[in-house]
């Protein structure tokens, strides 16, 4: 639903600004964030020379983005509710501005890790974004915009590779992250002039104890699976890391059904709704990075292996591109779906066409073609999923929880991306070929991994299905229902 009440100006000042131009900068603003993500590929290989490190060391540039965004995402989430989400977005366009110059500056590892970490900081622009269109759009325009602002995320990822694979190519490497501190303080500027701030804040004192121990345990937990291919599965550092993390977050977990205003409020995240939407959305990461994973490797490799394609990293980075501008171009066709059968129901055929893109892929993997129409069909379901969680999330949570329920929405995405990594890696690195003196991973490894996304968009389909209908939390319509507006009036009255 959408509480906003209509806007308007006071004698003398100029009009707010209106739907339009709020979803358009923010919908910028989750490119650009999502734009960081894939920053620093194209230079994973260099970074050791650059950074005078070893290979081992400057995995941490990628690890502690990885992390600071989990535990990043549900604090702002929460603070946006409390104090105010324009203002948790403004901070979080700051900490990309200010991790990207960090990073542009430095020569040396410790200076990286910390440019890295700061970025991750800024992870929770998108939830924080469609928590802003829930307080700021009529109902009818919130399932579209919705939409929009969630592709974001797809789009920023698929044509951050062949843009930063441009500058890297053409440029010295510190000028993939004066790019990135170029872009956050454009979009920053834009938020301040033309987003309004919203009056739906819950206030109260924020569980900085609960914030600690969440970040402990997720901390562990993605460290674990993130390192432990390099450690080894069974060593004593992973296996203690999974442990700790399994107790510090059931720990965590007791304490904050004890808080009276809970960094997450798990009595209404075991709502139904909100519960299996969580895990239908693990399993939608976990699919949806599986094709990040294979492509760009499948289409790099040297041909003579027999099913490589010997393309460059630009090319593969353009092969991707259209899949982001795909989710895009859906997002209304998604919207429109949500609005006539439920956004349960976009979520199950969103799920459906991306394990018919797998499937596709693991049928054509010849020519290059093939690559751009199997990751534009997977980019189209991923479109469709990603327009209809938040949807779910926010027609069983009331406004004032918007953006933490949005922000572990989130985390639980990101949570099936780290473990699509880690399992593709066990993958890849178990089934290889010999290529001369190197061993690389083979064609059948590659399709087992594009069949485990399938698999992982099905069990997303499965789980979906049992999505209740969608009920309202007491006094307030569902998001994008038919009556919204009459409802919402009727519940400030």
Same mark, same amino acid.
């Given at each position: 639903?959408?509480?906003? #009440? ?23 603003? %989750? ?20 950074? /005078? ?103 920023? %990822? ?37 987003? #309004? ?6 206030? %109260? ?111 593969? %980075? ?13 997002? #209304? ?72 329920? /949005?922000?572990? /929405? ?84």
């Amino acid at each position: 639903m959408s509480d906003a #009440p209509a806007r308007s100006a006071a004698p003398g000042t100029s009009a707010p600004p209106g739907p339009g131009a709020v979803v358009a900068v923010l919908a910028f603003s %989750g490119i650009v964030v999502s734009l960081m993500q894939t920053l620093v590929i194209p230079i994973v290989g260099q970074l050791p020379q650059y950074l /005078n490190a070893s290979a081992s060391d400057t995995a941490w540039a990628v690890t502690a983005t990885l992390l600071a965004a989990a535990v990043a995402t549900p604090v702002t989430g929460r603070l946006g509710d409390m104090y105010g989400k324009r203002r948790m977005l403004l901070l979080s366009m700051a900490m990309l501005v200010i991790g990207s110059a960090v990073a542009g500056l430095s020569d040396s590892l410790v200076p990286m890790i910390v440019g890295r970490a700061l970025q991750g900081l800024s992870s929770g622009v998108i939830p924080l974004g469609i928590s802003i269109l829930r307080d700021e759009l009529p109902a009818e325009r919130l399932g579209s915009a919705t939409a929009t602002i969630s592709a974001s995320l797809g789009v920023g %990822g698929a044509l951050g590779l062949p843009a930063a694979a441009l500058i890297a190519d053409n440029f010295d490497w510190h000028a993939l992250f004066w790019t990135s501190a170029a872009l956050g303080v454009v979009a920053l500027v834009m938020v301040l002039l033309l987003v #309004p701030e919203s009056k739906v804040r819950t206030g %109260g004192r924020f569980d900085l104890a609960g914030s600690a121990g969440m970040a402990a345990g997720l901390v562990c937990l993605l460290l674990a699976i993130s390192k432990g291919g390099d450690w080894g599965w069974s060593s004593g550092t992973t296996l203690g890391l999974f442990a700790a993390a399994v107790v510090v977050l059931v720990a965590w977990g007791l304490f904050e059904l004890r808080v009276e205003r809970p960094l997450v409020d798990l009595r209404g995240a075991a709502r139904p709704q909100v519960l299996i939407t969580n895990l239908a959305s693990v399993a939608i990461g976990f699919s949806m990075f599986s094709m990040s994973l294979v492509i760009p490797q499948l289409l790099q490799l040297p041909e003579r292996t027999g099913y490589g394609l010997g393309q460059s990293l630009l090319a593969a %980075g353009l092969v991707m591109a259209p899949s982001g501008l795909v989710m895009m171009a859906l997002a #209304p066709v998604s919207a429109l779906l949500s609005r006539a059968k439920g956004p349960k129901v976009t979520l199950m055929t969103g799920a459906l066409i991306v394990a018919a893109g797998y499937g596709l892929n693991v049928l054509l993997m010849e020519e290059v073609w093939h690559f751009v129409l199997a990751s534009c069909v997977i980019g189209a379901g991923i479109g469709f999923t990603y327009g209809a969680m938040p949807a779910l999330i926010m027609g069983a949570v009331p406004a004032s929880e918007t953006g933490a329920a /949005n922000s572990l /929405n989130t985390l639980m995405r990101s949570i099936g991306t780290s473990v699509a990594s880690a399992v593709a890696g066990v993958v890849l690195a178990q089934m290889t070929t010999r290529f001369g003196a190197h061993a690389l991973p083979s064609e059948s490894g590659f399709r087992t991994v594009l069949a485990l996304g399938a698999g992982a968009a099905l069990l997303g389909f499965a789980v979906a299905a049992f999505i209740p209908r969608r009920h309202a939390p007491a006094g307030e319509a569902p998001a994008g229902a038919e009556g919204a507006p009459e409802a919402a009036e009727a519940a400030r009255a």
